[in-house]
């Protein structure tokens, strides 16, 4: 017979269990106050159980009060140490598995997030696009000739144009598509090889619109730019949620935020650096260096393994649990594994996904979520913000060199703003940031569009007194940080681990699209809205971000530590989702005392 030692921590627990096994029975009684269950199984050395000193034990814990039990929590191990084990917290009912942020598991997690970087790329260089003479000049000469003539007197109404807006909006209308394309693609081949595939159709609009020669050429580049943009934000975060462990979950998948930010800000250095290439000819500088950040990818991707999950998902599960080890940087894994093994064949049941998502009824606080996120961080109007910085600056009077100087300042508050919620999202969570960020939005934003109304009021004539400039780019600065701790990194953060794995693909697929469509929108009308509404736009948008901020007050569960097999607990649990979801807690404590049973016999 084999000894089997079974270590029980019980710290308040708050549920009982009974585990029965080679004539082995250990009671865990209910307490009064919460806490966690911690089981550890390890086959040790065959030799016989001597039943005098087992019926003792069992006597003694017939007699011995739970709360009394301080040997056991002296004995307690961390649950990083202890191969194979599993923490079940029962005031939340969520597991944490042994392991760490290893040095591995962050070099993957970074190349991953610059597919960020070239997103946030994009939109910063073609900030700078829009408002250099040269570029102007060779494929929007009417725009140019307006400006030069001074044809438009009203503030508001100086960059309005259509076919403008288009060559922005184009890159976010083919990433739209392309998101449709990347969940078959990532199901059937890998995270990691969309990240590369996506890689390459950047490079390749990069060095189409470098060497654009008409506008036929510069667009079908941009297309091609919004292909890679569209695969690598599917990609990117689905692979960061699935390699990180959960409680560093946040931290990890913040990167592709971070990475965004950098794209921005490095976009801003590049525009005002090529402003100053004599010649006319430093805008193709611009776009051909979004070559650099495909080719970390593309290299990157050849040196990362795919994620565990998408791996079991295609059959491999040797790779996979290889891989899990050595993310995890612990031997033992089987816990974790299992729990991945089994949301995996629970996905392979669901033969339509995409029908499942939309039309099955189960998953419907993930589809909410999914269509109302990414359509509410448009709405914030940071994209806009960011998109025409320099437009922006200089239709409130600053030159086109202090309106690159100024772009390139809210770059830099982007980017250090982001490692706020990198450092905290984790611990005070993904709620307090959301609803910190958004306060701080709308007050940004009812500043900004106070200041503006104050000195071109509805007319839109006379010019910006430089004490009023500095305010609004002050203001334009704590909106910016606000967001970046807030909705730019929880936009992208929610939606990709609230999904469970059936429709984690489709789901994220359509997060993006909808993502892209409303960037694609907001970025076509901007100009319009900025004629027509003046300097009420911004309180347009700080009246949808107060709305937004009431959503995230009322609907969004915590999620922060979770792991994403159990994010479906948060949805039977809250308030309002609970009503629309089944509850299977009883089947899964039914199949988690199989399994345990299973591991001791």
Known sequence: MVDLEMEATFVRTSYEWEVSSLGMHHHCRRATRRGHLSLKYSSLSARPINPALHSARSSHRKHTPLASSSSLRRRRRRPGKMPGAVIVHHHTRYKTYPGEVTGFVFFCCLVASVGGCIFGYDIGLTAGL???????????????????????????????????????????LSAMVAAFFASPMARAFGRKWTLFVASVAYSVGAVLGGVAANFAMLITGRILLGVGVGLCIHASPLYISEMAPAQQRGMLNILFQLMITVGILSASLTNYWTSKITGGWGWRVGLAFGTVPAAVIALGSLAIPDTPMSLIQRGDTETARATLAKIRGVGDVRAEFEDLSAASEESKAVAHPWRELFFGGKYKPQLTFALLVPFFQQLTGINVIMFYAPVLFKTVGFRQDASLVSSVITGLVNVFSTFVAILTADKVGRRALFLQGGTQMIISQILVGTFIGLQFGLSGTGAMSEQYAMCIVLFVCVYVAGFAWSWGPMGWLIPSEVYPVAVRSPAQSVTVAVNMFFTAFISQIFLTLLCHLRFGLFYFFGGWVLLMTIFIATLLPETKCVPLEEVAHVWRKHWFWRKFVLDSSDARGAEMRKRIALEMS
Not at 139 to 146: G, N, S, V
């Open 130 to 172: 829009t408002s250099t003479d040269s570029f102007l000049a060779m494929f929007f000469p009417e725009i140019y000739r307006q400006q030069q003539e001074r044809l438009i007197t009203n503030q508001y109404c100086k960059f309005d144009s259509q076919v403008l807006t288009l060559f922005g909006s184009s890159l976010f």
